[in-house]
């Protein structure tokens, strides 16, 4: 599960359901690594900390076109 970062510019290239689909993913492999750290076996720690900005980032990013879709819908 060695995934690279996403940059900002590929994350707003997604479509919503990429995103939730990454998200998801996200989210299994911070438990595996939180599992791994537990017991001891984890060999890049700084993998923690990227995957959680990069669900930080996902959710954003969310919350920013779901707030832009209920301001179109208002107006």
Known sequence: MAKTTLSTEDLRAKTDDQLSADLTELKREQYNLRFQAATNQLEKP????????????????????ASEKSAAAKA
């Not at 995957?51 to 969310?62: C, F, G, H």
């Open 46 to 65: 700084s993998r923690i900390k990227e995957v959680r900005r990069t669900i930080a980032q996902i959710k954003t990013l969310q919350n920013e076109r």
